[in-house]
Antibody, heavy 129, light 107 residues
Framework: QVQLQESGPGLVKPSETLSLTCAVS????????WSWVRQSAGTGLQWIGR???????TYNPPLKSRVTMSVDTSRNQFSLRLSSVTAADTAVYYC???????????????????????WGRGTLVTVSS | EIVLTQSPATLSLSPGERATLSCRAS??????LGWYQQKPGQAPRLLIY???NRATGIPARFSGSGSGTDFTLTISSLEPEDFAVYYC?????????FGQGTKLEIK
């Protein structure tokens, strides 16, 4: 059974960098595409970015200048860094898996479908001094 | 960016009744729409993808329909565990976006 678990500080000061990690258990991280999604009362659900290798990332344009995602295949985990945070970045942050694996049963590449069928439990990050 | 508008904001029904939730896109998204269920303190759960396909393990009482700009999630006969918030999400145009949600509450 594949599971995702977010971890990281629950409190970050304004102007500092938010850092979170998502540990993947039960499957190899190289098999899928991985995203971060956040949820706040103000903006609802917002997709932040997606990664499958450290050089293969795509970010939501409003956040692109502040976001960095990376993968650690040896630890089977991926990470999010969001710089220069403000109170508007206070949210529950989820890591999530794309529904379709990167390769099918015959090893043919698949681009993924951007629907998220597996989520972590989420972690609340509050930005406050 | 595509905006998804869900209606109604709140839907009050009783167990056993039929629920119909709507999602309207600001431009055509073909059939590239999904539906999620979220209960308090939990992550969203994928119910429907590509407008009408049930995700793995989703009961048959959940069904989706629509294409273009207008989509519907139907729950044929509400079970007590179905009372939650429902979100739609599009993947037609990058970046993927979500609707603001419909709260399905017990009447």
């Amino acid at each position: 059974q594949v599971q995702l678990q977010e971890s990281g500080p629950g409190l970050v000061k304004p102007s500092e960098t938010l850092s979170l990690t998502c540990a993947v258990s039960g499957d190899s991280i190289s098999h899928y595409y991985w995203s971060w999604v956040r949820q706040s009362a103000g903006t609802g659900l917002q997709w932040i970015g997606r990664i499958y290798t450290s050089s293969s990332t795509t970010y939501n344009p409003p956040l692109k200048s502040r976001v960095t995602m990376s993968v650690d295949t040896s630890r089977n985990q991926f990470s999010l860094r969001l710089s220069s945070v403000t109170a508007a970045d206070t949210a529950v942050y989820y890591c999530a898996r794309d529904r379709i694996p990167r390769f099918d049963d015959t090893s043919v590449y698949q681009p993924g479908d951007w629907f998220f069928d597996l989520w972590g439990r989420g972690t609340l990050v509050t930005v406050s001094s | 960016e595509i905006v998804l508008t869900q209606s109604p904001a709140t839907l009050s029904l009783s167990p056993g009744e039929r629920a119909t939730l709507s999602c309207r896109a600001s431009q055509s998204i073909s059939s590239y729409l999904g539906w999620y269920q979220q209960k308090p303190g939990q992550a969203p759960r994928l119910l429907i993808y590509d407008a009408s396909n049930r995700a793995t393990g989703i009961p048959a009482r959940f069904s989706g329909s629509g294409s273009g700009t207008d989509f519907t999630l139907t729950i044929s006969s509400l079970e007590p565990e179905d009372f939650a918030v429902y979100y739609c999400q599009q993947r037609s145009n990058w970046p993927p976006t979500f609707g603001q949600g419909t709260k399905l509450e017990i009447k």
